[in-house]
């Protein structure tokens, strides 16, 4: 019996990443000029996924966006799995905004990846749908390597790790 080769394909944030970048956010915003005496939250939620964004005007939060997509990148958190929601305007001086942190490969993008990988048509290279991850199997290693290679050159809306690496 020939001994298979997988790799898993799955997503998502490290949310203490994202938890130091929000404090660090916090921090510089305190000290910048241009938002003293400006009323400002940016609240994480771990367990919701969340960070939400509260000030006065869009502008500024806008500005906050920047100085904290800017945090995040600094720490290594994948901006293609921040989604920003609309922005809502909670009272007549404050707006909101939602952004959602991504942490698995949803239905629509497994299916996306596993028609990209059948499309290929490397040899003897299979793909399935595992609950929020993608999984490849292969016999031979090379292979499984030059589809990682076609995958990081796609854009799928999401960054894409690679990981669990097994032979059976």
Same mark, same amino acid.
């Given at each position: 019996?020939? @001994?298979? =080769?997988?790799? !898993? ?7 203490? =990443?994202? !938890?130091?970048?929000?404090? #660090? ?5 305190? /000290? ?12 994480? !939620? ?17 500005? *906050?966006? !920047?100085?904290? #997509? ?26 909101? &905004?939602? *952004?959602?942190?991504? /942490?698995?490969?949803? @239905?629509?993008?497994?299916?996306? *990846?596993?028609?990209? *990988?059948?499309?290929?048509? $490397?040899?003897?290279? /299979?793909?399935?749908?595992? $609950? ?7 016999? @031979? ?12 050159? =796609? ?5 894409? &790790? ?7």
């Amino acid at each position: 019996m020939a @001994s298979n =080769e997988t790799f !898993d394909i799955t997503t998502g944030c490290e949310l203490q =990443e994202v !938890d130091n970048a929000v404090n #660090q956010t916090l921090k510089e915003l305190q /000290q910048r000029y241009d938002f003293r005496g400006v009323k400002f939250k940016v609240e994480f !939620d771990r367990t919701g996924g969340t960070v939400t964004l509260h000030t006065e005007d869009e502008h500024r939060l806008d500005a *906050i966006w !920047d100085v904290l #997509q800017t945090k995040m990148v600094r720490r290594k958190v994948p901006i293609k799995n921040l989604h920003r929601g609309n922005v809502i305007a909670a009272s007549s001086f404050e707006v909101l &905004q939602e *952004i959602n942190l991504q /942490q698995a490969i949803d @239905s629509e993008t497994a299916k996306k *990846i596993v028609k990209y *990988i059948k499309e290929k048509k $490397i040899k003897k290279v /299979q793909a399935s749908i595992q $609950i929020e991850q993608v999984r490849v199997t292969s016999p @031979s290693r090379d292979a499984l390597q030059e589809i990682m290679g076609f995958l990081k050159q =796609e854009d799928f809306g999401v960054e894409l &790790q690679f990981g669990n690496f097994r032979s059976k």
